[in-house]
């Protein structure tokens, strides 16, 4: 008699501007735009886990004879064939990188949504960037099915109004387009995403956010009245709460940065933005979405992430220690 049996997936190890006011108050924009207020110095940061699709093949022979049993077994890895990943916000700079990583690994099928044809372009114009609205989510449908995993880089981008003079000292002041308010981009947006790629049967979805949700007096909250941070915390929640496996990872200021050569921090609650390591490079964010898609130690997990600042500590090169580390769901 020969017994079959296929293991389920299990995860493969792959090694692997600014401007700036003056008034000292700095913006850093981020994938699409996630930020990081500093509250000590009152300025604010605008703000990518590798899976692999493989299977054991177990075969055992018996061979019974009277009282006598002979078991052979015979383990082999059967490759499955490559992830197929989403980015949403692919055409934002972190979104940008995190589609280029996926493009240059093997065990990828790498897809992108943007929501023009001018981002299409601006990342490619490859038959793999779909053009959808998240606001819309049959719009998105074509982008996320046959998926097996997501990674969310949406973002409400806030505008400047015009007029504001640095020279004359002062704040700037923040609006956002009809339509595109953090409730309608970062709450029901991310939203119709996880209920889609959940109906679709994705085995992961990464979300990246921002720090600073915790406090609801945030500054970033009051950008143009639009209260960003409390609509991420909820989107993030819903995610938490959606029974699909998870990694939320909650950025400091980005920073258009080479990655690999800092120090990781990982953090939870904000308390990062009590230190001086509250900021990171896009790169290394990038490099964390794709790094979570290939250990369990990822998954079912929320924390802050910043860096050392380079030359300090040495460079996160064990991402399998760095998620063992966190031990916060939420």
């Known amino acids: ?22 008034n000292s108050r700095s913006v850093r924009q981020c994938h699409k735009c996630s930020w990081v207020a500093h509250p ?6 605008f703000h990518y886990s ?5 299977s054991s093949l177990f075969v055992q022979r018996r061979v019974r004879k009277g009282f006598r049993s002979i078991g052979v077994v015979t383990k082999a890895m059967a490759d499955l064939g490559p992830s197929t990943v989403l980015v949403t916000g692919a055409g934002g700079r972190t979104g940008k990188i995190v589609y280029k990583k996926l493009k240059e690994a093997d065990q990828y099928v790498a897809r992108g949504l943007v929501r023009t044809e001018e981002s299409k372009e601006s990342v490619g114009g490859a038959d793999d960037i779909f053009i959808g609205d998240i606001r819309d989510a049959n719009s998105i449908l074509p982008a996320i099915q046959g998926i097996d995993a997501l990674v969310i880089l949406t973002s409400a981008v806030p505008k400047m109004k015009p007029g504001f003079d640095p020279t004359k000292g ?3 002041e923040f609006y956002f387009e ?7 981009v970062d709450w029901i947006g991310q939203k119709n995403q996880i209920d889609a790629a959940k109906a679709a049967g994705v085995k992961q979805i990464v979300l990246v956010g921002s720090m600073g949700g915790t406090d609801v007096n945030n500054p970033l909250n009051s950008l143009g009245n639009g209260n960003i ?9 819903y995610l938490a709460d959606s029974g699909v ?9 980005l920073q258009d940065k080479e990655g690999g050569i800092r120090e990781l921090l990982i953090g939870k609650d904000d308390e990062l933005l009590k230190t001086e390591t509250r900021t990171i490079a896009r790169a290394d964010v990038a490099e964390v979405c794709i790094q979570a898609l290939q250990f369990e130690e990822a998954k079912f997990k929320a924390f802050d992430l910043a860096s050392k600042p380079e030359g300090t500590g040495t460079p996160t090169k064990d991402f399998k220690a760095l998620f063992s580390q966190i031990t916060t769901r939420f």
């Open 245 to 253: 496996p998870y990694t939320i990872i909650r950025a400091g200021g």
């Open 170 to 172: 002062g704040r700037p």
């Open 40 to 45: 000590e110095s009152s300025s604010l940061s």
């Open 50 to 54: 590798t899976s692999f699709s493989a």
């Open 229 to 237: 941070l409390v609509w991420k915390r909820k989107a993030e929640q």
């Open 178 to 184: 009809d339509g595109s308010y953090p409730e309608q």
């Open 1 to 22: 008699m020969v017994t079959v049996a296929v293991a389920p997936r299990v995860p493969l190890v792959i090694s692997n501007n600014n401007g700036r006011f003056s």
